[in-house]
C-alpha cells in the first residue's frame, strides 16, 4: 500500500503529468455535460416528431369521421360514431386507439390500447383540449397521447415510444462508451504535448547540472519560444553573476594570499637571521622592520575582516550623530603630523548620522591614499549642501589613470606605482570605504583625476 501510495505521489509531482490529468478531467466534464445536452436536445426532437405523428393521426381521424375539433378549441362532438367507423380507422393507422365512454368504461381498444382498462382516467380524460401527454401502461410501456371527444366518449390516440426509447439508450450507450475514449485519447495528446513544450526546460536543467566550478563560462542554449527564452536568458545572466562573483572571490583569495605571503615571508626570513647569528650587528633594526611588517600584516588582516564581515550582513554597528567636521580635523591633525605634504582643510561644522570609528576609518583611507599619490599637496574639505554633508578629498599627484577609474573602487585595485609595497597600499582600502559609505546610505565617487567625493545624508 505504501508502494502504491509513493509511485501515485510521484505521478502527480510531475508536472507533466498533473497538466494531462486536470485536462483531461476537466474535458470529460465538459464532454458528459454536452453529452447530456445532446440527450435532452434529441429527446425533445424525437417527441417533436412523435406529436407531429399524432397531430397528423388526428387530421385523419377529423377528415374520416367528419369531425370538427381543433386544437385549442372545445371540439363539436358529432351526433353519431359507431364502432364500425373506428374499426376501419384503425385498420388504416399503425397507431394505438382507445375509445372511452362517458362513464369511463373501455368501449374499444386497438393495438397498444386494446384492453379494458382505460388508457386514461379522472382529470387526465377530462382534459380533452388536445394536450400531448407521455404514459405508461400496465407493462411499464411509455407512449406518446393525445385525447379528442367523439360522439359519446372520448378517443385516445397513442404512439409507441418504443423506437424513441431505443433510440435514446443506443444514443446513450455510444456516448458511455465513446467519451471516455475520447477523454482518453485527448489525454494522451496533451500528454505527449505538453512534454514536447516542456523538452526544453529538462535540456536546459541537464545543461545547468552539467556546469560545474571549473566551466562557469558555458551558456544554457536559448529555446524559441518567448517564455522559456525570457527563461534561459535570465539563467544566463545568473551564471553570467556567479561567474563574476566566483572570478572575483578567486582573485580576491589570490590577492589576499599574495599580501599576506609578502610580510610572514619577510619576517620568517629575519626571525631565521637573528636566531643563526644571535649576536650579528644590527639586530635591533632587524626586528624594527618585522614589527613594521607585522603592523601592516595586522591592518590588512583587519581590512579583510571588515569586507568579509559587509559580504555577509555583519556590519551591525551603533549609530549615532557623529560631527563630522570633528572627524575630520582629527585626521587631518594626525596625517599633518606624520607627512611632508601641505595638508589644507575648509571644514564646515555639519553632524551626520552613523558610526564614529567607521566614518574615521573612510576619512583615513581618503587621505592616506592621497598622501601617497599627492606631490607636495592634499585639500580636504567639508560643506553642507541643501542637507546633504558633501567631503572631498583630492591630491596634485597626476590622478588615476582612466583606463583604471571604472574599477577603482574594486578590492586590490592599484595603480601601477602604487605596487610597491613600501609606498603602504594594499588595494583594499577604497573598496572599504566604499562599503561603509553605503551602509550609510551615502555614495562615493571618483571625479577625475584625484577628487574623491562623498556625499552623506544630514538628519
Known amino acids: 500500500m505504501a508502494t502504491d501510495w509513493n509511485l501515485t505521489r510521484r505521478m502527480w509531482a510531475s508536472l507533466r503529468n498533473r497538466i494531462a490529468l486536470v485536462a483531461t478531467g476537466v474535458t470529460f466534464v465538459v464532454l458528459v455535460l454536452v453529452a447530456a445536452l445532446l440527450v435532452q436536445n434529441q429527446q425533445r426532437t424525437l417527441d417533436a416528431a412523435v406529436d407531429a405523428a399524432l397531430a397528423s393521426e388526428i387530421d385523419n381521424l377529423q377528415r374520416d369521421l367528419a369531425i370538427n375539433f381543433g ?17 376501419r380507422f384503425a385498420q388504416s393507422s399503425n397507431n394505438n386507439f382507445q375509445w372511452i365512454g362517458e362513464d369511463g368504461a373501455v368501449i374499444l381498444g386497438v393495438g397498444g390500447f386494446n384492453t379494458q382498462i382505460p388508457i386514461l382516467t379522472g ?4 382534459d380533452d383540449s388536445g394536450t400531448y401527454l407521455t404514459i405508461s401502461d400496465l407493462e411499464n410501456k411509455r407512449f406518446r397521447v393525445v385525447s379528442s371527444p367523439v360522439g359519446e ?22 456516448l458511455m462508451f465513446t467519451l471516455p475514449a475520447l477523454a482518453l485519447l485527448l489525454g494522451l495528446l496533451i500528454w505527449f504535448f505538453v512534454g514536447r513544450a516542456l523538452a526544453p526546460v529538462e535540456r536546459m536543467r541537464r545543461e545547468v547540472d552539467g556546469i560545474s566550478a571549473q566551466d562557469l563560462d558555458w551558456r544554457v542554449s536559448t529555446p524559441r519560444t518567448t517564455e522559456l527564452s525570457s527563461l534561459a536568458s535570465t539563467m ?16 580576491f583569495v589570490s590577492d589576499a594570499s599574495h599580501e599576506l605571503r609578502s610580510p610572514l615571508t619577510g619576517i620568517r626570513g629575519q626571525l631565521e637571521v637573528n636566531i643563526a647569528h644571535p649576536d650579528a650587528p644590527g639586530r635591533e633594526e632587524s626586528e624594527r622592520e618585522m614589527l613594521e611588517e607585522t603592523i601592516r600584516m595586522q591592518s590588512l588582516v583587519e581590512d579583510l575582516l571588515a569586507l568579509a564581515r559587509s559580504d555577509h550582513g555583519h556590519q551591525h554597528v551603533p549609530m549615532g550623530l557623529v560631527d563630522l567636521d570633528d572627524v575630520v580635523n582629527d585626521e587631518v591633525r594626525r596625517q599633518r603630523r606624520s607627512s611632508d605634504k601641505t595638508i589644507n582643510a575648509r571644514l564646515e561644522p555639519v553632524q551626520v548620522v552613523g558610526n564614529s570609528d567607521q566614518l574615521t576609518r573612510v576619512v583615513r583611507n581618503l587621505i592616506d591614499n592621497a598622501n ?61 570605504c566604499q562599503t561603509i559609505v553605503d551602509a550609510h546610505g551615502g555614495s562615493i565617487a571618483l571625479e577625475p583625476p584625484s577628487r574623491f567625493v562623498v556625499e552623506l545624508p544630514v538628519p
Not at 71 to 87: A, D, K
Open 71 to 87: 386544437r385549442g378549441s372545445r371540439r363539436q362532438r358529432p351526433q353519431v360514431v359507431s364502432l364500425e367507423q373506428l374499426r
Open 236 to 251: 544566463n545572466r545568473m551564471l553570467g553573476r556567479i561567474q563574476d562573483s566566483l572570478t572575483k572571490q578567486q582573485r
Open 123 to 126: 382529470d387526465r380524460l377530462q
Open 372 to 432: 601617497r599619490h599627492a606631490v607636495a599637496a592634499i585639500e580636504v574639505n567639508v560643506v553642507d549642501r541643501g542637507g546633504i554633508a558633501h567631503l572631498h578629498v583630492s591630491d596634485d599627484g597626476p590622478g588615476v589613470p582612466e583606463n583604471m577609474r571604472s574599477g577603482i573602487f574594486e578590492r586590490f585595485t592599484r595603480s601601477d606605482e602604487a605596487r610597491d609595497r613600501d609606498s603602504g597600499g594594499s588595494g583594499l582600502g577604497l573598496s572599504i
Open 153 to 174: 366518449g372520448t378517443l385516445v390516440v397513442g404512439y409507441s415510444l418504443a423506437d424513441v426509447d431505443e433510440a435514446q439508450r443506443s444514443l446513450t450507450r455510444t
